[in-house]
C-alpha cells in the first residue's frame, strides 16, 4: 500500500473518531440495558449442582409476559417463535411453573421475575422443608427418629425451588422505568391478539450470566488444582465462606490457644448470613438480622455491668457466617476448638444460648428448645433446667410470653447442634415458633422490612427515620433485655444487677435502620474505619455469604458495631491504635484486646470528624467450612459448597430482532458484499501501478 492510499484511512480514521461514529453510539442505538439485575448464581457440593447460568455468549429469546398460568401454554408448545424469555410477575415464580419451564428447557431461553412490591398472602419459601438437615446433630448414630425432621417439619412451605438447577438463565429485575420500558415493548411488539401470532420485528431479550463450574465441588476443585501446573492457572470456583465474629465479657488471649485453665464461658450465638433464590436479595430480616440484632443489643446492655461487676464466668458472644449452608461458621469454630486453635475449647463451656427467628415473637410468644438426646444425661439435664427457669423467672420480670418445647421435640436448624456433635452441652435455643416456622418467608427475598413491620409515619422526613423507635425495635429491645438478665444470671452475676440491666430501645431502633434500610446513617458513619466509608450506600447490606476470596461487608459492620457497643475508647494515638499497641511498651495488647481507629463525629463547631480509638474483646475468625482445609470435598461431615466463578459479564439487555427471511435477507446481501469487497480489492490490487501512478517529469528537464 503507497503513501497516497495511506493517509487517506488515517484521514478517515480521524473523521470518524471525532464525529463520534463509534461501535458504542451503535450500541446504544440497538440495546436497552437494564439496570438493577441480580442473577441466579451456580453453586455446588459434594454430590451435584444447583442454581442456574447462561451459555457463554448469553442467551437471547422473544420476550413473553406471562399473565397468567394458563397463558403458559404458549412458550411451551404453540407460540411459533421459540425460544422465549419468560417474564414472570412474582406471583407467578413458583415450584409448578418453574418446573414446568425447566422441563421444556429448549424452548425457554431465559425466565426473568420482576422483584415485586408485596408479599404473598400464602407465603413461600424455596428452601427446603429440613433445613440443613444433613449436617445437624441428629443422625442415624445420635437418633435415627430424630433425623430428616421426621417428628417436626420446620419449614413446611418450602419447596425446594433454591435447590433445583436449571438451564437457563434467571433475572429478577427491580419493578421501575426499566420494566416499564419491557412491558411496553411487549405490548408494542409481541403480544397476542386473538390468537394470533404477532409479525416481526419482535421484542427480545438477552441474559448473560455465564459461570465455569459444572458437575459437583469434587470436580470443580481438583480442575482449579490441576490448573495449579499451568502458565496460566484459571481457578473455576471458589468455596463459601467469610469470617465469624466474637466477642468477650473479660479478654482472652488470643495468642494462647486450646484448654484455658481455670476459665468457663457461657456461649451466646446468632448467625448472621441469610439466602434466597437471588442472592443478592436475601434480606433475611426475620431469619437472621431479628436474632443477630437481639444479640447485639443484650451485649450492649451488658456492657457496662461486666465491665464493674464481671461475672465468675466469661459470657463469649458468637456471631456466625455461612449457617445457612451446612453451618460453615459453626462447624469451623467447633474444629478449631477440637484442633486448639481457638482460646478456649469446648471443655471450657459451661453452656450455650442461642438466638435463633425472633422477630414475630408478638404473633406466637417465644419458645425455648433444647435438645432431648443429650438431656438423657442426669447432669446436662439439670443443667438445662436451671437455663430454663432463669429465662421464665427473668420472662415473667418483663411480662414476656415464653413457653417451652416439648422434652421429646428436636432443636431447630441451629448453630448450636454442631457443638453437640462434637460433645453433649447445656444449651437452649430461643426462637418465636414451636413447631414449624412461625416466618411464612423462610430464606426468600419476601423476607424483609416489611413483613418484620418495620414502618415509619408516612409525614416522617428520612432523616428522622433513622431515630424513630419502631414498635418493632420496642419488642425485640425487650427481648433482648430479657437475654441479656439470663445471660449475667447464668455467667453467675448477682441478682441485685439484674434490674439495671436493660437493652436501649434507640440503640436497637438504629440498627434495624441500619441493617435492613440502609447503611449510610450517622451511627454507622461514626464508629467504622474511615477507609470503608465508601461502602456505606442508601441501600441494606447483602447477607449471602459470598466466597472466602471476598469476604462481605456485613461481616465488618457487625464487628464494629459490637466493638462499640462493648468497648472503650482510649486516648492514644491513630498510629498507636493501627499497630494494635496501647502504649509503646505495651506487648500484651495485641494478644489480649483489639484496636479500632473509628472515624467519630464532627464536632458542632469543626469541619472534619474527630477520629478516636476503640479498645475492645472483638475479633474475626475464619468461617470456612474443615472440608477444604482437608482437601475433603466429597465430605459428609461438613459443608462443601461452593460457588462457580464468573465467565463473562453479567447483565441483560432488550433489542428488536427481525423476522428469519429478514435475516435471510441480510446475511445474502452481506455475502453479496463481501464477495463484490474481495473482488474490488483483488482489481485494485493488481492495478494498482497504474491506478496510483504519479506522473513525473523526465530527470533531465531543463528549465
Not at 26 to 40: A, F, G
Not at 510 to 526: C, D, H, I, R, S
Not at 531 to 543: D, I
Not at 582 to 599: G, H, I, K, P, R
Amino acid at each position: 500500500m503507497d503513501l497516497i492510499s495511506t493517509k487517506w484511512i488515517i484521514h478517515l480514521l480521524l473523521y470518524c473518531l471525532f464525529h463520534g461514529v463509534s461501535c458504542n453510539s451503535v450500541d446504544q442505538k440497538i440495546y436497552i440495558k437494564l439496570n438493577d439485575t441480580v442473577p441466579c448464581v451456580r453453586l455446588l457440593n459434594a454430590t451435584h449442582q444447583i442454581g442456574c447460568q447462561s451459555s457463554l455468549a448469553g442467551d437471547v429469546g422473544v420476550i413473553h409476559f406471562l399473565e397468567s398460568e394458563e397463558n403458559l401454554d404458549w412458550v411451551l408448545s404453540t407460540g411459533p417463535s421459540p425460544p422465549y424469555m419468560v417474564i414472570l410477575e412474582s406471583h407467578l415464580f413458583n415450584r409448578p411453573i418453574m418446573m414446568k419451564l425447566k422441563n421444556s428447557f429448549s424452548r425457554i431461553a431465559g425466565v426473568a421475575v420482576i422483584k415485586p412490591s408485596s408479599s404473598p398472602i400464602q407465603g413461600f419459601s424455596p428452601h427446603t422443608t429440613c433445613p440443613n438437615e444433613n449436617t445437624g446433630v441428629y443422625s442415624e448414630s445420635y437418633d435415627p427418629t430424630l433425623a430428616h425432621c421426621n417428628t417436626t417439619v420446620w419449614n413446611p412451605i418450602g419447596n425446594g425451588l433454591s435447590y433445583e438447577e436449571f438451564n437457563f438463565p434467571i433475572f429478577s429485575l427491580k419493578d421501575d422505568n426499566g420494566t416499564e420500558v419491557i412491558r411496553q415493548c411487549y405490548l408494542n411488539h409481541n403480544r397476542v391478539v386473538n390468537g394470533s401470532a404477532p409479525s416481526y420485528p419482535l421484542c427480545a431479550m438477552e441474559l448473560s450470566s455465564h459461570m465455569h463450574a459444572v458437575t459437583n465441588t469434587v470436580t470443580c476443585m481438583r480442575r482449579s488444582s490441576n490448573g495449579a501446573f499451568s502458565l496460566n492457572p484459571e481457578v473455576v470456583c471458589d468455596p463459601l465462606g467469610n469470617n465469624n465474629v466474637w466477642g468477650s465479657t473479660k479478654s482472652l488471649n488470643n495468642t494462647a490457644t486450646g484448654h484455658s485453665e481455670n476459665e468457663t464461658v457461657v456461649i451466646a450465638a446468632a448467625r448472621l448470613d441469610s439466602r434466597a433464590f437471588f442472592h443478592g436479595i436475601s434480606l433475611g430480616a426475620e431469619s437472621s438480622a431479628s436474632g443477630f440484632i437481639t444479640l447485639l443489643a443484650a451485649a450492649g446492655a451488658l456492657a457496662n455491668v461486666t465491665r464493674e461487676n464481671h461475672p465468675p464466668r466469661t459470657i463469649l458472644y458468637t456471631f456466625f457466617q455461612g449457617e445457612s449452608f451446612d453451618y460453615i461458621g459453626s462447624s469451623r469454630m467447633v474444629y478449631d476448638m477440637e484442633k486448639d486453635n481457638f482460646p478456649i475449647d469446648l471443655d471450657n463451656i459451661h453452656s450455650f444460648v442461642e438466638i435463633g427467628q425472633v422477630g414475630l415473637h408478638n404473633i406466637s410468644g417465644l419458645w425455648l428448645h433444647s435438645d432431648p438426646v443429650s438431656r438423657r444425661n442426669n447432669s446436662i439435664d439439670t443443667e438445662v433446667m436451671s437455663l430454663t427457669d432463669v429465662f421464665q423467672k427473668v420472662a415473667n420480670d418483663l411480662n414476656i410470653s415464653l413457653n417451652l418445647s416439648d422434652v421429646s421435640q428436636p432443636l431447630p436448624p441451629a448453630s448450636f447442634q454442631r457443638f453437640l456433635r462434637s460433645q453433649p452441652i447445656p444449651g437452649i435455643v430461643l426462637t418465636d415458633h414451636h413447631t414449624h416456622f412461625t416466618n411464612r418467608y423462610f430464606e426468600s427475598m419476601y423476607d424483609n422490612t416489611e413483613y418484620l413491620n418495620l414502618t415509619f409515619p408516612a409525614d416522617l422526613p428520612p432523616e428522622q427515620q433513622f431515630t424513630y423507635i419502631t414498635d418493632t425495635a420496642k419488642g425485640l429491645a425487650k427481648v433482648a433485655t430479657m437475654v441479656a438478665r439470663t445471660l449475667y444470671k447464668q455467667a453467675g452475676g448477682a441478682d441485685e444487677m439484674l434490674a439495671s440491666i436493660n437493652a436501649d430501645e434507640l440503640t436497637v431502633a438504629q440498627m434495624l435502620y441500619g441493617f435492613l434500610v440502609q447503611t449510610k446513617n450517622p451511627w454507622f458513619e461514626a464508629i467504622i474505619i474511615p477507609e470503608y466509608q465508601p461502602l456505606l450506600g442508601p441501600a441494606p447490606p447483602e447477607y449471602y455469604v459470598g466466597v472466602i476470596t471476598n469476604n462481605t461487608f456485613t461481616t465488618k459492620l457487625v464487628s464494629y458495631v459490637l466493638a462499640n457497643l462493648t468497648g472503650i475508647a482510649v486516648n492514644i494515638s491513630r498510629e498507636n491504635c493501627t499497630n494494635h499497641r496501647e502504649f509503646a511498651d505495651d506487648a500484651q495488647s495485641t494478644d489480649m484486646n483489639s484496636y479500632l481507629w473509628v472515624q467519630g463525629v464532627t464536632p458542632p463547631n469543626g469541619t472534619e470528624p474527630e477520629g478516636y480509638c476503640v479498645r475492645s474483646t472483638v475479633r474475626l475468625t475464619q468461617a470456612q467450612s474443615p472440608a477444604f482445609l482437608l482437601k475433603e470435598y466429597h465430605s459428609s461431615n461438613y459443608s462443601t459448597w461452593s460457588e462457580s466463578r464468573w465467565k463473562s459479564n453479567i447483565g441483560a439487555r432488550i433489542f428488536l430482532v427481525a423476522g428469519h427471511d429478514l435475516e435471510m435477507l441480510t446475511l445474502g446481501v452481506g455475502v453479496a458484499i463481501l464477495l463484490i469487497s474481495l473482488l474490488l480489492t483483488y482489481f485494485v490490487n493488481s492495478k494498482a501501478d497504474f491506478l496510483f501512478s504519479s506522473g513525473r517529469e523526465p530527470a533531465n528537464a531543463t528549465y
